[in-house]
């Protein structure tokens, strides 16, 4: 019900002012263009062709004009993610509704060579409203092969798991061996640049983060990356392999993120031909803080579209196994909300095997989802073995 009359009222005001915005483009007076046709003839094709989607997400643009000298373009951002989720496993049994993620920020594009992006976010049951920034950067572009970000931001690593927003990805969850690296958004400099075919990445950041920027007294955390364009070799429409490094200062007594790790290795293959993706990731952690050790895992995630832009399936593997019967932990969400878990859910081996669909009623803009994963946990020494299903339904909306 709260995200029934939540999500109505935006739509509903957005609906009315996209009538208000249509009925404007009628007031003017017919101009001849060059193929013949008036001006008010073109904008009617065009509205043919424009969804009623179209228009209300167009109003997120405020602002859009590549000539002017100071300010292109000024776009308001925001998200909701909403999901119910059903847990029945040897550990006892869970269920609930969770207010999943909640944005609302801008984008703006200055001088022609500047990007500015600042986003808050609000927590579940929106109590606090505000509960802290989630990207707040300056990207300075001045040209398509070099980038420099400053601000708060996401470390590269993991480049489908983590640095591919969540808006566009078909699955509720990362995977769990993502989830254990304690890998969050920092404050930091990110280089990027493109020579050819080959794609590179260096980074450094801060290891000290709060609902803001932080006190920069945790230590500090640098990586660096490199990534190869394969689609030509392949033949195929999208073929991506990447590998990163993180290195952190993990045990520096101030850090509050990345303070689990000294070192995350990722390796990613990403490809799409037609129909199909497959999206294949691994992940070596090493250096664990007291506690936990040295992990090693992977996933597999293959998705077909069963109606092209309609409907689409998703399937995932996901393996992790470490030193120690602690290595590896079950996923926050929604397996260690069984009741009767002992051992917070570690043990040495996770296997989980996810199958969903993806209903797209605007693109990833808005969308449907279902899903289902069967999870275990085995080798625990405290008794932290689990064993159990966590069904999943809920909706994306963008803008």
Known sequence: MHLKKHIGRRNLLLLAAAVSAAGALHAGEPVI????????DVITTEKKDESIYDKIWGLATIYKNKDNPVLQEFKLRGRYQGQYHWVDSDQGD???????????????????????????QSSDEFDPFYNGLVDAYVKWKPSDSFALTVGRQKPQIAYY?????????????????????????VVGAVFEGKVDKFTWQAGIYSNDIDEEFGQFDGGIAYGAGVGYNLKDALGTDKADLRFDWLHSEADDEGATILDRYED???????????????????????????????????????TFDIIKDKLQAVGRYSFSVGDGNNSVQAQSRYERAAPELTGSGRGENYNAFYGGLQYFIYGDKLKVLAGAEYATVDGGGNGGDYDGWTVLTGVRFSF
């Open 161 to 185: 798991d983590f640095l591919q927003s969540t808006n566009n990805q078909p699955t509720f969850e990362r995977s769990q061996i993502f989830n254990q690296l304690r890998v969050d958004r």
């Open 94 to 120: 869970d269920d609930g509704w969770e207010d999943r993620r909640s944005r609302f920020g801008f984008d703006a594009k200055l001088f022609n060579q500047f990007e500015v992006r600042l986003d808050a």
């Open 264 to 302: 995350l290795f990722t390796t990613t293959f990403w490809v799409k031909e037609g129909r199909w993706s497959l999206v294949t990731e691994f992940f070596l952690a090493t250096g664990g803080d007291p506690g936990w050790d040295d992990a090693f895992g992977f996933y597999i995630q293959p």
């Open 33 to 40: 263009a060059s193929s013949g046709k008036s001006a008010k």
